[in-house]
């Protein structure tokens, strides 16, 4: 997009979608983390990531003690909730979305205390979300999960309803108009062989937090009974979650100012810590204070100057260069191919929408030699296959007769005899 001074309407990366409407939401974002790159190259990236993360932190916390919960209580959910959240703060622009959820969620918290005038930073916030990334649906459903409180109670119900109708309408400024069907289509029919769409697995750090998560609420119950809002956003949300384990961190962001009151009505009823919690001592805040700004100062001589490539077929790079069939790679490398290789069409990339449904039923096909693997194949005229040795398509193929034109302990460059 810098380099043609437009925005990218039409797909110009692969043979597959080559020339079609191109619009997955995050044209903006794309040029913010571009912005970051041309300033400082990949460290500018974990700067601008560190800055997300921080934003974020900065309103969950704010939001969990909206509640009336005392700050050590919300310190022991913010963290790890953070701690959950760091699994999605990759360089993808769906981290402003993270950031926004929070950004979002303490403003609505402000207007339902009695400030209704936070209401007009609502449009503005899922404006720019709807063209920083395409989970911006997230926030008009938290919108209207308000809206549906004060209505269903009759408590000042006319600015959440018109501020949900500011929404709908500031979420269709972008370039391409508002698509919300794409996004209802893949939030009931995620692609399950891509790991972040999977349901969250318990044997894996960030699914047991969120199972942890998951269980807390239950427990919180029967300390502090859920309002009708813990309801109304707990419930969506951890369906959700439990449908793609992408959208965990924004259950446990909504969950964190329920549980932060519950933890604190908890530490009430405890028979020897009668009382409410005493604040932290001003010297004891001014001491973290001044530890996280040393961390934070030294955290810059650390932070990385290139991205971790190990899990990339960087050994392929001058045989994809080379290379002239057309080529089936690996979904979590077509965005490595589409930088480093940019004349070579890719098979398939990490953009998941302009995909659904064929190309992608193919690529599964394909990768995992289900029935009729040969004829998408031919179909798709492929000569070049780049993938990980332990597929099955690597020795289907190499029995087939195909030849080994590169290799290393990553990937498994084929090309057709």
């Known amino acids: 997009m810098v380099e043609h001074g437009q925005i990218l309407r039409s797909d110009v990366f692969t043979s597959t979608v080559a020339g079609t409407p191109y619009n997955v939401g995050e044209w903006l974002g794309e040029l913010v983390m571009y912005g970051a790159f041309a300033l400082d190259g990949w460290a500018g990236l974990a700067i601008l990531r560190a800055l997300v993360a921080a934003g ?41 979305g993270l950031l926004l959820f929070t950004m979002l969620f303490d403003v609505l918290l402000v207007a339902r205390s009695g400030r209704p005038r ?63 069907g794409a996004a209802a289509s893949h939030g009931f029919a995620p692609p399950r062989f891509i790991s972040e769409e999977a349901p969250p697995d318990v044997r894996e750090p960030a699914g047991f937090i969120f199972s942890i998560f998951v269980i807390a609420v239950i ?60 604040p932290i001592p001003p010297r004891a805040v001014n001491g973290l204070v001044a530890l996280l700004g040393v961390l934070a100062i030294a955290s810059v001589a650390v932070a990385p100057r290139a991205p ?73 005229g492929i000569g070049d296959v780049l993938i990980r040795p332990e597929r099955s398509l690597a020795g289907a193929l190499v029995e087939a007769g195909w030849r080994v034109q590169a290799s290393g302990p990553t990937f498994l460059y084929l090309v057709r005899p």
């Open 56 to 96: 974020s932190a900065f309103f969950l916390a704010r939001a969990s003690r909206r509640e009336g919960a005392p700050l050590v209580a919300s310190l022991l959910v913010v963290i790890w909730a953070l701690v959950l959240a760091r699994t999605r703060w990759t360089d993808r622009p769906q981290y402003f």
């Open 118 to 180: 936070a209401l007009f930073l609502v449009p503005p916030i899922l404006a720019l979300w709807a063209n920083l990334h395409g989970s911006y649906p997230l926030g008009l459903g938290l919108v209207g999960a308000f809206a549906a409180e004060a209505l269903l109670l009759r408590r000042a119900a006319r600015p959440f309803v018109l501020a949900a109708g500011a929404a709908v309408l500031a979420t269709q400024l972008t370039p391409f108009g508002i698509d919300l």
């Open 219 to 278: 427990a919180a119950a029967a300390v502090r009974r859920p309002g009708l809002l813990d309801v109304l956003l707990l419930g969506p949300l951890l369906w959700l979650a439990l449908s793609a384990q992408r959208h965990m961190a924004f259950f446990a962001f909504a969950a964190t100012p329920y549980l932060a009151a519950a933890a604190a009505d908890a530490w009430r009823r405890l028979p020897l810590l009668q009382g409410p919690l005493r």
């Open 308 to 380: 971790d490539e190990r899990g990339f077929p960087v050994g392929a790079l001058a045989t994809l260069r080379a290379g002239q069939g057309v080529l089936l790679n690996e979904y979590d490398w077509g965005g490595f191919i589409e930088w480093y290789v940019p004349g070579r069409p890719t098979f398939v990339d990490g953009r998941l929408f302009p995909f659904l449904p064929t190309v992608l039923a193919d690529y599964a096909a394909l990768i995992d030699t289900s029935p009729g693997w040969k004829d998408v194949l031919e179909r798709r």
